[in-house]
Structures are given as structure tokens and as C-alpha cells.
């Protein structure tokens, strides 16, 4: 069962956070969740599952930037959710599919106690134009039947930043002790 946007509106605070909160982006059985002003961008030519992958952020100018086919965007929602005895679904907004953008929200379906913002993988079949605030996606909730636990040992859980990857915890990989970003200024700053 999908909660309707008059549930939405009586469980929060309760079972439900959405932070920030605005009612106007309210539909019939979603909410409608907006787009960060940063994006991650990969600089491995071959993404290894098994390990840490090198990345890079870019920031989203007001003026918006323009996608290009063939590299994937992680980006993250502005809004922090938090849900408890509620499956958080997330789906793509189908205006933006209609211009092709493909935006797959973090596998799309969210787990019983999780908390934080959501990463959104995109990409994009021609050259596309997105901008900071974007309302990109909506997030629904569905009803648990049955006993079950929250999931608080996920590896995503409480984020509150873009997340690349983290399978390679799966395959044995210890990263903790890993810088994977790349920041381009301090590589110029240190070899001057």
C-alpha cells in the first residue's frame, strides 16, 4: 500500500521526516525531492567493483551545467529523509526522462529506518542542461507487512553527502584509510 500525500502529510514528524519540508511539492502518492549543487564524476577509465574508484566533484552554477552522454553523475537531494515502519521508494521524474535523462536514485528503493540524503546515479542520451534546486526526483512510501528490523548497519546510512560506491566493502576491500578524491586546485597549489 502507497501512503497517499494526506498521509504523507499526517505521518510526518512521526514515521516520516522530510527536511526541508515544503507542502507544495505534495502530489497525489509522492513527494518531490530536488537536486544538490554538486556532482561526483569518476576519473577511473575502468570502475573497479572490487575497490575504491577516484573521483571528482563539480559544482552546479545557478546557471545551471550541461550533462554530456557517456560519463555517469552522482549526484544527492537536497532534502534529508528519515523513515520508520515505511519503505521510501524513489522514482524518476518522467519530465526529465522525456528529455533523456536517465536517473536511476540509489537502486530506487530505500530500507525500513534509513535515514540521511539520497545519492542518484544520472545519465544522459544527448547533451542536457540541469540546474541546483531542480526538483529531480519523488519519493512515495510503502506500508511494511510483517515483522522486520531497521537497517541501521547500512554503509550508507546517515549520509549527508554524495556517496560513490562502497561495494568493494562487500568483496573484503578496507578502505578507511583511503583519499580516492581528487582535487585538482590543491594538485596545482603543492606542484607549484
Known amino acids: 500500500m502507497i501512503l497517499s500525500s494526506e498521509q504523507i502529510l499526517q505521518r510526518i514528524g512521526d514515521e516520516l521526516t522530510i527536511e526541508p519540508f515544503d507542502p507544495q511539492r505534495l502530489n497525489p502518492n509522492s513527494y ?21 574508484n577516484r573521483y571528482r ?4 552554477p545557478a546557471e545551471g551545467i550541461t550533462l554530456q552522454p557517456g560519463t555517469l553523475y552522482l549526484g544527492r ?14 522514482h524518476a521524474r518522467s519530465s526529465l526522462g522525456r528529455l533523456g535523462l536517465i536517473l536511476n536514485p540509489g537502486g530506487s528503493i530505500g530500507q525500513a529506518g534509513y535515514c540521511g540524503t539520497w545519492t542518484l546515479e ?14 529531480v526526483c519523488q519519493i512515495s512510501y510503502h506500508q511494511i507487512v510483517g515483522e522486520y528490523e531497521n537497517d541501521d548497519s547500512s554503509k550508507y546510512q546517515n549520509s549527508t553527502d554524495i556517496q560513490p560506491s562502497l561495494l568493494h566493502r562487500e568483496l573484503g576491500y578496507d578502505d578507511r584509510d583511503t583519499q580516492l578524491e581528487l582535487s585538482f586546485e590543491e594538485a596545482i597549489r603543492s606542484a607549484q
Open 57 to 60: 566533484r563539480l559544482e552546479i
Open 32 to 52: 518531490n525531492l530536488s537536486l544538490h549543487d554538486e556532482l561526483l564524476v569518476y576519473e577511473e577509465v575502468v570502475l573497479d567493483s572490487a575497490a575504491p
Open 122 to 135: 544520472m545519465h544522459c542520451v544527448q547533451p542536457v542542461k540541469i540546474y541546483p534546486g531542480l526538483q
Open 77 to 90: 537531494t537536497v532534502e534529508l529523509t528519515e523513515t520508520h515502519g515505511l519503505v521510501p521508494v524513489l
